[in-house]
């Protein structure tokens, strides 16, 4: 059986940015299963496991257009700190919902700080090395989460 669209597809695997920081492994949350072709996961791992086989070790990149998109430097807003009550003192890495958005402050100034909706890996090219161990036309129990690790704060 090989990877089509509407297969269950299982893949134990790891990523990483380019400078070699690891970003997900399946060492560390376990094999993971998703859905061809139906955007269960970023469109350049959908296209590159296509037509692969149970056992079979691919190594790629996804660049970011293929992956979580092109960092929108838009997305950064500069805002005086009282415009966002928060409760306690800002933090840079300090996530915040706004109006259903999740954002990251970036910078924090005595007047000002910086927001971030970007998503964390935007703009980021992404090394996979991955195995296929399964291929099913069933769907597995549901494991929640998007697949990568943690590291998007799903």
């Known amino acids: 059986m090989t990877v089509t ?4 597809i299982t893949i134990e695997y790891s990523f990483s940015a380019p400078d070699g920081t690891l ?3 399946s060492e560390y949350s376990g094999p993971f299963t998703f859905r061809q072709g139906y955007g269960d996961v970023v469109p350049g791992l959908d296209s590159r496991v296509e037509g ?3 056992g079979e070790e691919l190594s790629f990149v996804i660049p970011p257009e293929e992956g979580y998109g ?4 838009s997305k950064a807003k500069k805002l005086t700190l009282d415009a966002l009550p928060l409760g306690r003192d800002p933090e840079p890495g300090m996530r915040v919902n706004i ?3 999740v954002t990251v402050i970036t910078e924090v100034s005595d007047d000002f700080l910086t ?3 970007n998503h964390p890996l935007a703009g980021v ?3 996979f090395d991955l195995r296929i161990v399964g291929i099913s036309d069933e769907a597995p ?4 989460g998007c697949g990568c690790g943690g590291t998007c704060g799903c």
């Open 5 to 8: 669209k509407d297969k269950y």
């Open 23 to 25: 970003l997900g492994s």
């Open 52 to 54: 692969a086989g149970v």
């Open 70 to 73: 092109e960092r929108d430097e």
């Open 99 to 101: 109006n259903g958005t």
């Open 115 to 117: 927001l971030d909706s």
């Open 125 to 127: 090219p992404l090394h």
């Open 141 to 144: 129990p549901d494991q929640g």
